[in-house]
């Protein structure tokens, strides 16, 4: 069965600063991999995807991540933080057939310093 | 842009009752999910749903859950007698099809969409 291990619970950040979600994942083909962000009492919205091609992927608000096989992990990476991004972050995986279940790690929450 | 959309918003009920949370999922999305996530915890997969049948479900799932799609827009989620621990957000997600799996296999889902969630409270 696939896992998912986002290690940091909490994130600080400062505004302007660059940031560093980490992910990794366990599964023992090539997954479909996931970000999605969680706003106080919304829901949860994508970021970006990655399925196959270019390992690194574009997002949605500024938001990269960068797929490398041989470490199991698919880091979230943002330039410079804004206020707004303040949310939960949540890094899925999922298998590439069927209509499975994503498998979510237990999340990043992340705080931005004025 | 369309979106999933959830009802209610919060749902308030006493152990032992039954309740039915709703879900229109993005109009040619063919593949419905829902999920939940107990407070402070990460978001777990209960059942996945494709061509009028429940395609995968989860440990959680059994037989006090079930799912129906009743007509051509809701996906509902009833829990037959609500327990304390079934209190959390429950998320209905969609996705569409790309197309033919490889080998032959039919068509395999897209992203998942997810809605904004129903908070069911158990008393």
């Known amino acids: 069965a696939q896992s998912v291990t986002q290690p940091d619970i909490h994130i600080t950040v400062s505004e302007g600063a660059s940031l560093e979600l980490r992910c990794n994942y366990s599964y023992g083909a090539t997954p479909y991999l996931f970000w999605y962000v969680q706003s106080p009492g919304q829901g949860l919205q994508l970021l970006l995807k990655y399925f196959s091609g270019d390992t690194l992927v574009q997002g949605i608000k500024g938001f990269e991540a960068e797929f490398k096989r041989s470490q199991s992990s698919f880091n979230l990476r943002k330039p410079s933080v804004h206020w707004s991004d303040a949310a939960e972050y949540f890094c899925?995986?999922?298998?590439?057939?069927?209509?499975?279940?994503?498998?979510f790690g237990k999340g990043t929450h992340l705080i931005i310093q004025p | 842009e369309p979106e999933v959309t959830q009802t209610p918003s919060h749902q308030v009920t006493q152990m032992g009752q039954e309740v039915i949370l709703r879900c229109v999922p993005i109009s040619n999305h063919l593949y419905f999910y829902w999920y939940r996530q107990i407070l402070g915890q990460k978001v777990e997969f209960l059942v996945s749903?494709?061509?009028?049948?429940?395609?995968?479900k989860s440990e959680i799932f059994d037989d006090q859950f079930s799912v129906e799609r009743p007509d051509g827009s809701n996906f509902t989620l009833k829990i037959r007698s609500t327990k304390l621990e079934d209190s959390a957000m429950y998320f209905c997600a969609s996705s569409e099809a790309l197309g033919s799996a490889a080998g032959g296999g039919g068509s395999v889902p897209d992203t998942q969409y997810f809605g904004p969630g129903t908070r069911l409270t158990v008393l």
């Open positions: 899925a995986v999922g298998r590439r057939r069927g209509a499975d279940g994503l498998t």
């Open positions: 749903f494709y061509n009028n049948e429940i395609s995968e």
